[in-house]
């Protein structure tokens, strides 16, 4: 029988949760970084942001971050962008829902952007009647049934 020449397991490698609890200070934007929400995950530490300065960019999740902190569709983060590609990003920070309000109560943030939603963008002021999909039968075509 093999024995096991390592510290512990997979329960060792995940370590504590203890940021959680405390309140970090929020994090601005300097130059060089820009804030933006993920579009979409894409795997392989590697996702799909919309930049606040309207440009959507491929970003790389750095490996500090890397499967410790879980970055899902519709979060708000900070991404330090690159001199030499400009469609491509480093996701520096993600921040929490109470941060991502303070910022757009700040005013970093615009006005348009959509916090805590699932994926960004996924209703326009044009669909919001669009929520009446039922037909209205006559009494007359009741009758014919």
């Known amino acids: ?3 096991n020449k390592g510290k512990g397991g997979k329960n060792r490698k995940r370590g504590k949760n203890e940021a959680d609890d ?4 929020l994090i601005f934007k300097e130059d060089g970084q820009e804030y933006a929400q993920v579009l979409r995950m ?10 606040i300065d309207g ?3 491929l970003c790389h999740i ?11 569709a519709g979060d708000i983060v ?8 400009d469609d491509k990003a480093d996701v520096i920070l993600k921040y929490m829902p109470d941060e991502a309000r303070l910022l757009k109560a ?3 943030l615009p006005e348009s952007t959509r916090l805590n939603e ?4 996924g209703l326009d002021e044009e669909d919001e009647g669009a929520g009446d999909d039922y037909i209205e039968f006559e009494d007359e075509d009741i009758d014919k049934i």
Not at 22 to 25: C, S
Not at 62 to 72: E, P, S
Not at 78 to 85: A, K, P
């Open 1 to 3: 029988m093999p024995k």
């Open 22 to 25: 405390e309140k970090r200070e």
């Open 42 to 51: 894409l795997g392989n530490g590697r996702c799909e942001a919309m930049c």
């Open 55 to 57: 440009t959507k960019r």
């Open 62 to 72: 750095r490996g500090k971050m890397h499967k410790k902190v879980w970055i899902a």
């Open 78 to 85: 900070l991404v330090g962008l690159r001199d030499y590609q």
């Open 106 to 108: 700040y005013g970093e």
């Open 118 to 121: 699932g994926i960004a963008g």
